[in-house]
């Protein structure tokens, strides 16, 4: 199954992002509507895994993996809807410093 990888800041505006995917409370992931995302995304065999990292990880470090169930252009933007969550490590990334 082809996958893709987002890469998240772990806290956004005061969220904390891997928390929320874990929980449930985040399901849709935004990208700006370029290049780079349109050939990941939506041309050629659409993904249907998504992988969320907190930056740019070494080798075994956690990551959440979901089922992705729907990808459509609204404005500038590309919406990446996703459920089934699962984490793939039992190691959680600290918290950084705000």
């Known amino acids: ?8 800041k772990r806290v956004w505006e005061g969220r904390d992002l891997w ?5 449930g409370r ?3 992931e935004y990208r700006n509507n370029t290049d780079y995302w349109r ?3 939506l041309e050629g065999k659409s993904p ?11 080798n075994n470090v956690p990551r959440l ?4 169930t729907e990808i459509h252009i609204k404005l500038d933007l ?3 809807h996703f459920r089934d969550v699962v984490l793939i490590s039992d190691i959680i990334p600290p918290l ?3």
């Open 65 to 68: 993996e979901a089922v992705i």
């Open 78 to 80: 590309i919406h990446t």
């Open 48 to 58: 249907r895994i998504a992988w969320f990292t907190v930056g740019y990880p070494k």
């Open 1 to 8: 199954m082809k996958k893709v990888v987002f890469r998240l």
């Open 26 to 28: 985040k399901t849709v």
């Open 96 to 98: 950084s410093s705000v």
């Open 19 to 23: 928390a929320e995917i874990l929980r």
């Open 39 to 41: 050939s990941r995304l």
